[in-house]
């Protein structure tokens, strides 16, 4: 069985040989069709990060794949895996096959080919929870969404449009623009006229800012007075600095997406979320890799230079049933 571990902290992880898994009682043993790379990956992989497993530990928070044998769900269910501490705390899930405890398995009602139903809980729960538990967005509402082009800004942009809302994206380069969704309109960081207009304008009445970094109070600024800027990710940079006069005087509120305390939330909406997925409402741009291909996928995810989310692959299970 196949499956990529990591040997030292902050190294790329190997591809090798591991174990066949043994279930035990009261498991569920599944068999990994794609499994998602994130930034909580490589935050783990570092070794500074507050939780960790023992070295060598197979990586991956996030995986899909099907039941081959439990206790209460049939041969063949296709299931989320998530949560149990997988790729935290103990081994993760970038493997052909694991056992694993039911908590960290939910069963999809609707059917989703393999490389979506791994990657789509954050960019959907956490556009979720941003819009509508933390913003409150309401119909009619002027929107930016900042990263427009990456999984959870384009996610972001997409609800909110649905939701009636009248929606801009940026995105940090040109080539970007054929990544924001239909019906968004997009504007590049580097036309100095559009932002301009933005900040002149003040029309937006939220900002969800999914870059963070120290220009966040700035763009923050392209909101009227009275509204809010939803503060989701931080890929620009952890630190900002606020002058407290300025930002007064500006009166913008900055609200946190935290979804380690919404996880519950997250997983009450995923029903609904992953029905309007099945029904292309909604869709996740997925950029495939081969387990062999893991280093480099990583890389590209470090490097921000994804299409959207990235998965592995297993073998023929994955092929067969996207078909």
Known sequence: MRGARFHEWGAPPVVEELPEPVRKPGEVLVEVHAAALG?????????SFGMKPPLPYVGGVEAAGVVLDADTLAPGTQVLLRGGALGLLRDGCWRERLSVSPKAVTPLASPLPPEVAASFFVPTTTAYVALNDVARLEPGEE????????????????????????????????????????GIR???????????????????????????????????????????????????????TVDLPSWLLDDVALLPVNMVRHERRAREVAPSLIERLAAGELSVEVERFDLSEIAK???????????????VEFGAGASQLRQ
């Open 39 to 47: 930034h909580l990956d490589l935050t783990v992989a570092g070794g």
């Open 143 to 182: 929107v930016i969404v900042t990263g427009a082009a990456g999984a959870v800004g384009a996610m972001v942009a997409q609800q909110a449009r649905l939701a009636g809302a009248t929606v801009t994206g940026v995105v940090g380069r040109a080539d970007q623009l054929g990544q924001v969704p239909e």
């Open 186 to 240: 997009g504007v590049v960081t580097d036309d100095a006229e559009a932002v301009a207009e933005l900040a002149a304008a003040r029309s937006a009445s939220l900002l969800v800012d999914t870059l963070g970094g120290s220009a966040l109070v700035e763009r923050s600024r392209w909101v009227r007075p009275g509204g809010r800027a939803v503060v989701i990710g931080y890929v620009l940079g952890a630190s900002v």
């Open 297 to 311: 996928a990583l890389e590209l995810l470090r490097d921000g230079r994804l299409r959207g989310r990235a998965v």
